[in-house]
């Protein structure tokens, strides 16, 4: 990126974050298309819930001829391609057990501006020239796709346009870094760190508050933009603790050998200590209560089924037991999800120093992330009151 994030003590405006945040485009080691496989691993463990929310979504009236999904936070590798393609067999199998001809099927791929549309759209098949041609031939694609590049904390879509709402592995992602969390004369000043776990109480609340605050942004705006009879599937990376400051399995990633690789840095003399403090991971992992307070409160959506699951270790390795392996894959993953803001942030020579020295780290501590690097997701299946 040529643009910096600017050093002084002050949180990054939302205007500009959504300019600039994105997962690693490109199809290179640290890519998000090469390093989100554990992604598509939970996603595919946790069809059957998916699965189940369409099924309880009404067909809409033979007078539709197209039913419309969009997929928010869709990133740029194989996984969304993947579960648009799974929710269109599914659908289509309803509307035959309902004895109905299947209408065509519009897929809207939506995420912020700074995401690479072109390799997402590499990855998709052509499309066919009837969806009989799509069901007989199983690499075709089955419906017809769009970008919309746009932040989801907002509109996208016009006025009750969309029947199937899916989200997965973005909601955590917030629209601004707290602004107390990067106020020297606050409270919440997120001193000597760069995420939240393991802060003071006063910046996780900050960090809760702001989570929120984007939730209900999101389901308001969603509730506009959805069908009367649509669904949403919300998937976000969640928390079995009660403690905010306690992110669970989202510390691997952000902090804990990530935080102290910055931390190096600075008592090398290769990075002054406000360069750190100016840069903090706009991530929250929410519990199901904090999620559940949103929804509530906001109201425009009931909720049948809202659960914590269980989505395991985010590393993907051929040999667990070899810590040079696991320490690399650790670097790619997290490199593939912040690594654009950290090269913004610091420029990119300093940027590899901070990930040569996570490695390093991440390879002495091989054996505990693989026992212990665990992820847990927030579940939910919204429909419009």
């Given amino acids: 990126m040529a643009t910096a994030l600017p050093s002084e003590d002050m949180a990054v405006p939302q205007k500009k974050l959504e300019r600039l945040l994105s997962m690693q485009g490109g199809k290179g080691e640290t890519s998000y298309a090469r390093n989100s496989q554990a992604q598509g691993r939970h996603a595919r463990s946790m069809l059957h819930i998916l699965e189940e929310a369409l099924d309880k979504m009404t067909l809409p009236s033979e007078e539709e001829p197209v039913l419309t999904i969009a997929d928010l936070g869709c990133s740029c590798g194989d996984n969304t391609v993947f579960t648009v393609g799974a929710i269109v067999k599914h659908m289509v199998g309803r509307y035959e057990g309902a004895g109905r001809e299947a209408p065509e099927f ?10 690479d549309f072109n390799t997402l759209f590499q990855l998709l098949p052509p499309p066919p020239s009837s969806l009989e041609q799509c069901l007989a031939a199983g690499g075709s694609r089955s419906y017809f796709a769009t970008a919309v590049p746009g932040s989801f904390y907002g509109r996208l879509f016009p006025a ?19 602004e107390s969390v990067m106020d020297k004369r606050s409270t919440a000043w997120n001193e000597g760190r760069i995420f939240v776990h393991g802060s003071s109480e006063s910046t996780a609340m900050a960090y809760k508050r702001q989570f929120q605050q984007d939730l209900a942004v999101f389901l308001r705006s969603r509730s506009r933009e959805i069908k009367v009879a649509g669904c949403m599937f919300l998937v976000c990376l969640g928390r079995t603790s009660p403690n905010p400051s306690d992110q669970g399995g989202a510390a691997y990633l952000f902090g804990n050998h990530f935080e102290d690789a910055w931390n190096d840095l600075v008592e090398e003399g290769l990075m002054d200590a406000n360069k750190r403090d100016s840069f903090n991971i706009p991530v929250y992992a929410p519990s199901l209560e904090d999620f559940r307070e949103v929804v509530e409160a906001e109201g425009s959506f009931a909720v049948k089924r809202l659960e914590i699951f269980r989505g395991g270790t985010p590393l993907v390795v051929g ?37 040569k020295r996570l490695e390093r780290r991440a390879t002495s501590h091989a054996k505990q992330l693989v026992e212990q690097l665990e992820l847990f997701h927030v579940v939910a299946s919204l429909y419009l009151r």
């Fill in 160 to 178: 009750r346009s969309a029947h199937v709402f899916h989200s997965a592995f973005s909601l955590h992602w917030l629209s601004q870094v707290p």
């Fill in 106 to 115: 519009q897929a809207f791929f939506a995420d912020l501006p700074s995401n």
């Fill in 319 to 355: 040999h667990p037991g070899d810590p040079v392996e696991v320490g690399r894959a650790l670097v790619n993953t997290c490199r593939s999800v912040c690594g654009v803001l950290v090269d913004a942030h610091l420029g990119e020579s300093l940027s590899n120093e901070v990930f």
